[in-house]
């Protein structure tokens, strides 16, 4: 630490009691359940790896800020102490002492008693302390002390029942639980003169402290010897502290003492000041026993509890109020006023003096913000504005829910955003005089001016309103700017002025207004550095804090550079209220609020040295070394390891193969894994508010999958191999099997070839028989049609007789006549028969359809069918089927009639179609 840093948190300190003697330093508490051991830390010391370590019952812990480690004895021994030499960790147990080394990862146990065996069988000693005196390492028991100079131990009985041994100075103090203070001396106890006030009491520290030597009292405080004068110590604590049963004490090289005791917790003493503070399990201690105290190289205090293990940042600039007690519920506003605090929250507005909380009187309710005008604290309340001065709380108007104060920055006017709009105080003397801003009756929740006649107001929900104002302050133009610049997404605008210049966050992205365009634009220098914050806060022109990411940063500016400090998220882990940050700056500090109390933050912060890492690599539970090789798909841990466990932890990030993004390290632990495989570089970086300097470098290979392993390879070409032969062989028997298959398929060929001459031979053949067969069809064709002659001819032969009976009147003469002409004219009865046959057969397939479709239609009927699809006329028919004309004509009705057909339809084309 540099001796800057030291004047910087010694002045943090001293003006502690001061101003806000009842913050605390920051406490970090870790149970079973972090650590997974036992509930006693009997006690703790940090080794020169900066690791810490602890005497936890049956386990021996170490920590080194980024994971737990647990170890036992060799005999599973309770483990009451420890102590750090070197490289070493020596342990004390019952009947039992050595030391710890580490090796590859690991905590490695050498026994030192049973080495020389020390112990006799009677023995019934357990090693409580052990502390290094004049290079001699000393193992301390009730009954016994055991010296160890590096080569052989020395034993020393003592006479009577002791508590502990103290080397002091040049001495080497033995406190007997009944007889006073003694000293050693060449394995001797000599009585010490001059400290009878001692007797009877169970001292429990003996502690050297400028020029006055401290004896601590289990149950009669504290005596102090100066001058070889030894009377009890004259301090107010004192009193307190023979109730409390001091365990264990320790002085702080900022002339503080810390005292921990069995039942009320911790006090930190300033012995500058002459004042305390308690941190007990009433404000942020797990537990109030207090079992050992180990100091660390960040001067911050570590305490062994009866029940857990605290962290207490006792060197930190950082301090936080705590509420355990939940009266004063989440803190939306905090101010420091000349004997305290005063706190707006969601239960009402309390004030915090002379060490006591309390809630001012009808202040009950929602409290939002409180802000400081001249000598007058200005608080927004739901149930109005109010003000407090001289310790009164005064109702100054029914303006309700006062979200934000701001000052204009062209002059010395006041604007308060509430739930139903603006309202001005344009007389800083004289806040009863309020001014409405008109045509804005909303919930407004930010408010700014930079520019005379103009505000900016934006609402509690969405949008961003330009309000133009006349020189009386009356509303000339309200213009919904969001709305106008056709920003969809205008939920939560936050306003922030930054050197007289007015700039809008609107979903992440930062806007300033061009008054020649009457448009929004966005802001290049806050878009560059501070793009998707959450929230903005102003602490001063030069400092302000942001929220990225669920991390607080505190900035400051200097021209066009912002210099980023990162809040370590573990002050304010799940405390932050969103959207409602404030501060309030207090010299060189500013007041955060957080849901259960407040944090005191510095304004400046001292540069942090340069950091030292320690980088731990495992892979399946082993610690591999840089440039390893890992079997692939499996996970790589990571430790990164400061050594610092304090405020001044630096802000560590990473990439890997030179990725365009930096990445967080988180509690300095980095687990990779899903990694495919090829060598991967790993680059941390410490960032120090401006820049990223590369503080470590390490590589790591991921080995192939075991499915691309040399052998597996091997085997994959093995296989292919065979797959090749086979695939070889099986071609050659499928070539073989084509060509059978080929001549059998000639085989086939060659008889589906006959079976095709054979069929068309005989397809040949009956389409001759076809043929022949349409030949005598086209034959007995001619021959129905001679006939069909023939008959015509009869029916002309029997009109020739008719004329002729008509025209002879001589009747031999007619006789012979008509005989001529029959016998002329005379029809075969065989040509007949034939006749009817052939006609028969030819209309064969007719006369079937014509059956099929109409059954009852008779021989008659079918044989008149034939005739009138051989487009015969009745005159024609009427002799082949011996019927006269008129019965013709007659049963071609009845024809028409059995055959459905309409007086329009022609029967002879009906005939033809069937």
């Not at 069929?759 to 349409?774: G, P, V």
């Amino acid at each position: 630490m540099t001796l800057q840093q030291l004047r910087f948190f010694v002045l943090l300190f001293i003006s502690l009691p001061v101003f806000s003697q009842e913050l605390l330093p920051f406490v970090e508490n870790y149970n079973k359940s972090n650590y997974q051991g036992d509930n006693q830390i009997w006690n703790v010391a940090q080794g020169n790896d900066k690791a810490m370590y602890f005497a936890n019952n049956y386990y021996f812990l170490r920590y080194d800020g980024v994971k737990w480690e647990k170890y036992s004895l060799p005999n599973k021994t309770i483990i009451r102490s420890v102590m750090a030499d070197g490289n070493l960790i020596y342990s004390g147990s019952y009947k039992e002492f050595g030391y710890w080394f580490r090796k590859e990862g690991k905590m490695h146990y050498v026994s030192l008693s049973n080495k020389n065996k020390v112990f006799e069988d009677k023995d019934n000693e357990e090693i409580w302390k052990i502390f290094k005196f004049k290079k001699s390492i000393f193992f301390q028991s009730f009954n016994q002390i055991f010296e160890f100079d590096g080569q052989k131990i020395t034993t020393t009985k003592f006479p009577f029942l002791i508590s502990y041994c103290f080397p002091v100075a040049d001495h080497l103090y033995v406190a007997s639980v009944e007889k006073g203070v003694y000293e050693l001396t060449n394995h001797k106890v000599v009585p010490v003169v001059g400290l009878s006030l001692l007797e009877k009491n169970v001292i429990h520290s003996i502690q050297k402290f400028q020029d006055k030597t401290y004896f601590f009292t289990r149950e009669n405080g504290v005596f102090v010897l100066q001058n070889k004068i030894l009377k009890p110590w004259n301090a107010p604590l004192n009193t307190i502290l023979k109730t409390a049963n001091i365990n264990v004490t320790l002085f702080t090289k900022n002339e503080k003492l810390v005292i921990g005791t069995a039942n009320k917790g911790l006090y930190i003493y300033d012995l500058k000041t002459n004042t305390y503070q308690n941190i007990n399990r009433n404000n942020v201690l797990m537990n109030n026993s207090v079992l050992s105290i180990g100091l660390d190289k960040e001067n911050d205090l570590w305490l062994g509890l009866d029940n857990g293990i605290a962290h207490i940042e006792v060197n930190s600039p950082i301090a936080l109020f705590y509420d355990s007690s939940g009266d004063l519920g989440s803190v939306y506003s905090v101010a420091t006023t000349a004997n305290g605090y005063l706190m707006a929250s969601n239960h009402g507005i309390f004030k915090y003096e002379a060490k006591k909380l309390s809630l001012l009187p009808n202040a009950q309710g929602q409290a939002w913000n409180i802000s400081k005008i001249k000598n007058t604290f200005l608080i927004g309340h739901n149930e109005g504005t109010f003000t407090y001065q001289n310790g009164v709380l005064t109702k100054l108007n029914s303006v309700s829910g006062g979200w934000n104060l701001n000052k204009s920055s062209i002059n010395s006017v006041y604007f308060q955003a509430n739930y139903n709009g603006v309202f001005m105080y344009n007389d800083e003397s004289n806040l009863e005089k309020i001014t409405l801003i008109n045509n804005l009756q909303k919930p407004i929740k930010y408010v700014a001016q930079n520019t005379k006649n103009e505000i900016w107001a934006a609402d509690n929900y969405r949008g961003l309103y330009r309000v133009v104002l006349n020189d009386q302050n009356q509303t000339l133009q309200v213009t919904n700017i969001t709305q106008q610049g056709k920003i969809t997404n205008d939920f939560g605008v936050k306003i922030f002025g930054f050197r007289n210049e007015i700039l809008f966050l609107i979903h992440g992205s930062w806007y300033t207004y061009n008054s020649l365009t009457n448009q929004l634009e966005k802001n290049a220098l806050f878009n560059t550095n501070f793009k998707n914050v959450s929230d903005i806060v102003a602490i001063d022109a030069a400092n302000f804090m942001v929220l990225q990411q669920g991390l607080l940063y505190h900035v400051a500016a200097t021209d066009q550079t912002f210099t980023r400090t990162l809040i370590q998220e573990k002050y304010y882990k799940g405390k932050i209220i969103n959207d409602n940050l404030r501060v309030f700056k207090n010299d060189n500090t500013y007041l955060l609020n957080l849901d259960d109390g407040f944090i005191s933050l510095p304004l400046h912060y001292a540069k942090i040295p340069k950091t030292n890492l320690k980088i731990e690599l495992y892979n399946e539970g082993k610690l591999v070394p840089n440039n390893s090789k890992i079997r692939f798909n499996t996970e790589l841990t990571i430790n990164v390891i400061t050594g610092i466990y304090g405020a001044t932890s630096p802000n560590l990030t990473y990439k890997i193969n030179g990725s365009k993004d930096f990445l967080p390290i988180i509690n300095g632990l980095l687990v990779l894994n899903t990694l495919t495989s090829g060598t991967y570089a790993v680059t941390i970086y410490d960032h120090d508010g401006l820049h990223y300097n590369t503080v470590a470098n390490f590589q790591f290979t991921v080995a192939n999958p075991w499915y691309f392993s040399f052998w597996m390879i091997l085997l994959y070409l093995v296989l292919i191999g065979c797959i090749l032969y086979l695939y070889y062989k099986w071609n050659k028997m499928r070539y073989i099997q084509k060509l059978e298959l080929r001549e059998e398929e000639l085989k086939h060929q060659k008889k589906i070839l006959e079976i095709e001459l054979k069929t068309e031979n005989d397809l040949n053949t009956k389409q001759y028989e076809k043929h022949i067969l349409e030949l005598e069809l086209q034959t007995k064709s001619s021959e129905i049609t001679g006939k069909s002659l023939s008959i015509a001819k009869q029916s002309e032969m029997i009109e020739n007789i008719n004329s002729i009976l008509d025209s002879e009147s001589d009747f031999n003469k007619l006789k012979s006549e008509i005989k001529k002409a029959i016998k002329i004219n005379a029809v075969n009865k065989h040509e007949w028969e034939t006749f009817e046959t052939n006609l028969s057969q030819i209309n064969n397939e007719f006369t079937v359809n014509l059956t099929k479709k109409y059954p009852n239609l008779t021989p008659k009927d079918i044989k008149l069918c034939i005739y009138l699809k051989m487009n015969l006329s009745s005159k024609e028919i009427a002799p082949m089927m011996n019927i006269s004309f008129r019965g013709v004509e007659l049963h071609r009705y009845r024809l028409r009639k059995k055959l459905n057909l309409t007086q329009e339809e022609n029967l002879s084309k009906f005939l033809v179609s069937v």
